[in-house]
């Protein structure tokens, strides 16, 4: 068992606004969103001895570290890629501090995917090493016009259609959910926009048939930022929520975006093996769940993680999702800020920051007396617990 | 205090050979150096759950475990840059054990420094940020024609040579005792060729005066590879050896390559810092180290660490050096592979196997009954002790 459990605590959470043109740098949007957590935990940068980042985080730690005006770290890690990878943080953060190697650590990520390098445009360069996009595999779909991450994408959720029977129409269900959960989210995007399953029908193909505009998550820029330390080390300004568990996995022949190359395509493995680590090697039940951040970067990968997860049987999640499970009052109320789709892209960090206002009974869309969540991102995830 | 103490254990090193042109991509040179740790350490591709390199390293995760065929990892992370950051790798390596998160994580480089892009030519590309080389401030020093590593540091070593008086001879002086050690390595590259303080002084300049093209490391292709585990877990094929203590540390306004910004260009508090949290903060004395490895990848970088290290006072290891303390009767046996200028630079990963192997009893050059070593890398190191 290599499930990361203990007491480290997310003590602080921050953020810029998310916006399609931020007007400043990734390094900027950094420091505001690590500055803002760490003022929600009654710290200052001279508290800050850990970075944690990703791969593909344009940021310097150097240039981080000038901008805070951090005296000293100890600890600096960055995870793999990002997206799939976005819950490793947390993994890194937890483990620097259970281990004594730092006491206060920032996980952040900073992204200019609307105003800088648009992140859904075509990568025509097809690079088979050096990138640590993870997506290595994408040089033998490339030449066939598979360019854009909605088309590496559908590739898994056509075999899911085949496979299960579902539908667009199956689809536009979660995304009706998750943009009436951002109508009411003034942080959203989409705040006080929500649609109907027909509006959702009526939005034009990215990648036919699996993947309409609607069902694409937001191009965004800004900045998250959590800060985490040991729960006997926790300020007292703001209700500590524990990380009650982390994982982050990799299984042989399993890419990131280009996830091409497991035995079945229509099953997203990655996340089985997250629910064993998370739920089966803890003994946390997924009954005790209140509430459930699941990465929506396309709709349709909300439902193969739904099955994947266990949540429902295969093949089953458009029923469970018809069935209104998604929804406040819900088996399992998800993406309660609009998701990925509703609220914006933070290539999955901003959902973190979402189960935790949950858990402290401040979100705007509050599952009432929230005390555990489960926030994954394909094969990454944490269950976090009120403290 | 968040130095990383503990039982973590390195169980089995792995390597290629050191060459000019190894003829195969660094993915195919990492897998082999970590497929012969872990047979060293009587385990198998199937055991590693956990994977750590730098951000510079170009192996794509998803690729490496395609080669090694491993079914799953739990941890993968990346140390911001390589070079003084070389040690880091074995404090997340740790990092992961101890906390729970892995049971068996390798930490590697592969590198094609002189076949690939060679590591010490010209970066007339000044990228302010985004390429994660911990060297975003070398765009104010570029447009003056600092393009090069050598001349980067020599820029630091010339302001050091200025307050201690120190020159090129007794930069000399430390490269001669280098490449004795060398000279009876058969791995090192200046195998069977030790060379005179005449010879020396009579190599060109590389960046007058400070540095001479035998100050400098080598430009060199290959992989090296460690295991960890925590000791209950260590298999019984190799004499485990303990990390101790583990830092990496990082300063306000401290670069990697082109650390210009520190109020004394002729003083390395990063290596200062260093040696408060790997000595006084763990209790362990410099006393104890029976051999030390100390990143040389320019031969005036080994004085100015000697001094932050507090191996002698400041302005005085050309003395500590010119009595013979870096030899194998020495006070403190320095390098003992011939270190980054007489082994290769596998970008400082090869120093702590030869520290594995000094405290096995397996080395070369081996310096009796070690049971303590140090190895550091600028702001990054380890103290590792016989198990």
Not at 276 to 300: C, H, K, N, Q, W
Request: charged share 20%; proline share 4%; aromatic share 6%.
């Amino acid at each position: 068992m290599t499930t990361l459990v203990g007491d480290a605590t997310i003590v602080g959470i921050g953020q810029t606004e998310y916006s399609r043109a931020a007007g400043r740098s990734e390094t900027q949007l950094a420091a505001e969103a690590i500055v803002a957590a760490l003022a929600d935990a009654g710290l200052t940068s001279d508290d800050v001895d850990g970075l944690v980042s990703y791969t593909i985080d344009p940021v310097e730690e150097t240039e981080l570290v000038r901008a805070l005006g951090t005296p000293e770290i100890g600890w600096s890690s960055r995870v793999p890629y990002g997206g799939g990878g976005s819950q490793g943080v947390l993994l890194h953060a937890a483990a620097a501090v259970l281990s004594g190697a730092a006491e206060v650590v920032v996980a952040y990520r900073a992204i200019k995917a609307r105003s800088g390098s648009r992140f859904g445009a075509a990568q025509t360069v097809a690079r088979p090493t050096s990138s640590h996009s993870g997506t290595t595999a994408m040089q033998w779909c490339a030449p066939y016009g598979v360019l854009t991450p909605a088309s590496w994408m559908s590739l898994n959720a056509v075999r899911y259609m085949h496979a299960s029977g579902a539908t667009s129409v199956d689809f536009g269900r979660a995304v009706v959910q998750m943009r009436a959960y951002a109508a009411t989210n003034p942080n959203a995007h989409f705040y006080e926009r929500p649609i109907t399953l027909d509006d959702h029908q009526a939005s034009r193909w990215v990648a036919e048939p699996a993947i309409r505009l609607f069902d694409c998550c937001l191009e965004t820029d800004g900045a998250a930022a959590l800060v985490v330390t040991r729960a006997a080390s926790a300020p007292g300004a703001s209700p500590p929520v524990v990380i009650a568990a982390a994982s982050a996995s990799g299984l042989f022949e399993e890419e990131i975006a280009s996830n091409h190359y497991r035995p079945d395509l229509s099953f997203m493995d990655g996340s089985a093996v997250l629910a064993r680590r998370l739920f089966d090697e803890t003994g946390i039940s997924r009954d005790e769940l209140d509430v459930a951040l699941i990465y929506d970067a396309f709709s349709p990968m909300l439902l193969l993680q739904l099955e994947a997860l266990g949540f429902c049987e295969r093949g089953e999640a458009r029923h469970f999702i018809a069935d209104g499970n998604l929804s406040p009052t819900g088996s399992l109320p998800c993406n309660t800020n609009g998701g990925l789709i509703g609220e914006g892209y933070i290539h999955g960090l901003n959902l973190t920051l979402e189960a935790v206002r949950q858990l402290r009974g401040t979100a705007t869309n509050q599952i009432r007396d929230a005390r555990t969540a489960l926030v994954t991102a394909s094969r990454t995830g944490v269950i976090l617990r009120r403290g």
